[in-house]
């Protein structure tokens, strides 16, 4: 995976933020599937056509890395193991060296060059994360070279790369990592919030519920139980961030005047056939699983999209189990989560075509809750990762989906890039 991703967003606004206004569940399917009926009738011209135009002078553009993808010195300082150690050296033979993080690009010990070849890209935001406390003068230091050159840093708090000691208790699935997490953001907040205007709770949390503890295909590489431990970790990660977000709101913005979110996965899914109802059905279904899975809780109602509870519910019912797999929030809880973002963060990869399947009960699993089968547009060219295409217009589709979904929210698109092999 290319460690820099191509950073979209508008002009940085940083007053502090108001929580959003409480907005009703989502029908099944949701009104957003106007935004097929508009789009997808497109003639393959049209949708491939070029548009030309100049970006506004305000527009700003950046790069963005995770810790573990640049920062090498994976053991220095008296650092610990993290969960992408103990999986990369775990990584078979044939995997080149530079696929583990021991020495990657080594910004740990070449930030001056770092500072120096940000300054020539002109970029005026940078995104990064893992704040370890052992690396706090690294960071003091990146953030204060930042700051000279007139770039915007954009922190996240946990870009997928949780202390191997915290996993060995149980990781994202013990309840104790709320807190957890809260103190390590308390403590990034009073240290770094000087100069950080824009936090990030985490980075993509349906792939560390699903893929990491799914699917295996990430750390911690769990796949024991993926009809409900995916459930859980994504239940404990929402709390986490909603969390995260008072303890911002409440103690640090009325001095530091930041913004907080979460940047959320939204690839696009278009219907196999949108003239067949069960078809747009599907590819609604598959947004509202993926994307709605933690936007529906932050920027709608507190509470799970209404497809998630029918599918999940109905399936756990005809599994012959006393109650849902799929987790319930308190309507004290459903307070604390609704509102938590103040823009809406957007990583947009790839468009895949959802096909209605009615999916395998057993095992139990949330891939086959969905009720859908998810294809490649195989006239896309394929890009450096086995599976995302380079689809330019579904992050168009995605947008307008998000503007009808959620009640237009300020969009920043923290995410938008096609894999390299270097």
Not at 9 to 22: A, D, E, I, P
Not at 229 to 243: D, E, N, S
Not at 373 to 379: A, I, P, S, V
């Amino acid at each position: 995976m290319a460690a820099c991703l191509l950073l979209l967003l508008t002009g940085l606004c940083l007053s502090g933020g108001v929580r959003s206004q409480f907005l009703s569940a989502s029908s099944v399917p949701s009104a957003a599937s106007a935004v097929w009926e508009k789009f997808s009738h497109w003639s393959e011209f049209h949708s491939r056509m070029y548009h030309y135009g100049t970006f506004p002078s305000d527009f700003l553009w950046g790069v963005m890395s995770s810790a573990y993808q640049i920062e090498g010195g994976w053991n220095a300082d008296g650092k610990g193991a993290s969960i992408w150690d103990t999986f990369t050296h775990k990584i078979p033979t044939f995997i080149p060296e530079a696929a583990t993080g021991d020495v990657a690009c080594d910004s740990y010990n070449k930030l001056d060059q770092d500072l120096n070849q940000i300054k020539a890209l002109g970029v005026r935001s940078y995104r990064t994360g893992d704040v370890n406390p052992k690396g706090v003068d690294y960071y003091n230091r990146l953030l204060d070279g930042l700051v000279s050159l007139n770039v915007t840093p954009v922190v996240t708090l946990y870009h997928w790369d949780l202390p191997q000691a915290l996993q060995d208790v149980g990781g994202w699935d013990n309840q104790d990592m709320i807190q957890h997490f809260n103190s390590y953001a308390d403590f990034c907040f009073k240290t770094f919030g000087d100069r950080v205007k824009f936090w990030i709770t985490f980075n993509d949390p349906f792939s560390v519920a699903w893929k990491g503890y799914g699917s295996g295909e990430m750390p911690p590489s769990l796949k024991v139980n993926p009809g409900q431990v995916p459930y859980r970790v994504g239940h404990i990660l929402l709390k986490a961030h909603a969390t995260v977000y008072h303890t911002y709101a409440d103690v640090y913005r009325p001095a530091q005047k930041g913004l907080v979110s979460v940047a959320l996965n939204a690839d696009w899914y278009e219907p196999l056939d949108v003239n067949v109802p069960r078809e747009l059905e599907a590819a609604d279904r598959a947004m509202q699983f993926r994307l709605g899975w933690f936007a529906h809780p932050i920027f709608k109602n507190g509470d799970y999209p209404e497809a998630m509870k029918y599918q999940v519910g109905n399936k756990s019912e005809i599994q012959r189990l006393s109650a849902s797999r799929l987790p319930t929030f308190t309507e004290e809880e459903k307070s604390f989560i609704r509102g938590t973002a103040d823009v809406f963060c957007v990583n947009h990869q790839t468009t895949r075509i959802a096909k209605y399947s009615t999916q395998q009960l057993t095992p139990h699993s949330y891939q086959y809750d969905w009720d859908v089968l998810e294809e490649e547009l195989m006239q896309f060219p394929q890009t450096g990762i086995q599976g995302p295409r380079a689809v330019p217009w579904g992050l168009r589709r995605v947008l307008n989906w998000i503007k009808q979904e959620y009640g237009d929210p300020e969009v920043y698109v923290t995410e938008n890039s096609m894999g390299t092999e270097r």
